[in-house]
C-alpha cells in the first residue's frame, strides 16, 4: 500500500539490518490497519520529515520511525485511543482528557515504545505532534511540521510551512501551530492550553535569539 517514494525525495541513507527490519515491521502494521487515505498521509508525513531532517541535520532514522508510527493508533475510535492510554499507563492530565483529538498521540507514543521498541525522542515527537510542547526538540519541530505541510494537505498554507521549515525549523513550527491555532478558533473549537504555552515559549525563543544576534 506505500507507493514508491518521489523520484526527488532523500535517499534514506543505509541502516542498520535492525532499524531496517523496525520500519518495516510498523509498515506492515500500518498497512493491516490504516485506510488508504490515512496511509497517503503518513507516507507524506515521512517523505516531508526525510527532507527536513536531511536539510536541518536530524538523524534520518529517527525522523522516518516518528514520521510513521505518529498516527498508529488513529485506526482506534477516540473510546478506544482514551482505553489504550489507560491500558499502556500512560498519565493524562485535565486538559489532555478535555481534548480527545490529543489521544491518538500520547497512545500512538506509548504503543511505538512498547510494541517496537522505539526510543523517547521518537515517542516524544509523536505524543507531541498534535499541541506541540513546550522546550521542543528539533525532531518534535520536524514532526509537528511534516504533519501539518506534508504534500496531501489541501490547504494553501502547506507550502508556506514546508518553505519555511525547510529555512528554519522553529519559524516553521511557530506557522504551523499559528495556522493550527487559526484553525480552530474559526470553528469555535476548544484550545489544548499546551499549543498555547508552545507557541509563546517558541515566540520567546526566536525573539530571545533576534536580540542576542
Ligand atoms: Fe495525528
Ligand atoms: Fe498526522
Redesign the pocket.
Known sequence: MFSAPRANSPKRTKTAPKIDQMIQKVRRYLESRLTPSRLR?VEG?VETSLELAQRHGLNPEHAEQAALL??SQKWRTTEEQLAACERWGVHLDADDRAHPSVWHAFAGAAFARKRFGAGEEVCQAARR?TTGWTDMSALDMALYAA?FCEPGRPYPQAGEVFRESMRDLERGALLAMRYRLQFLLERGASIHPRTVEARNQLLRRLENSNGSG
Open positions: 498521509h508525513v505518529h498516527d505532534h504533519d
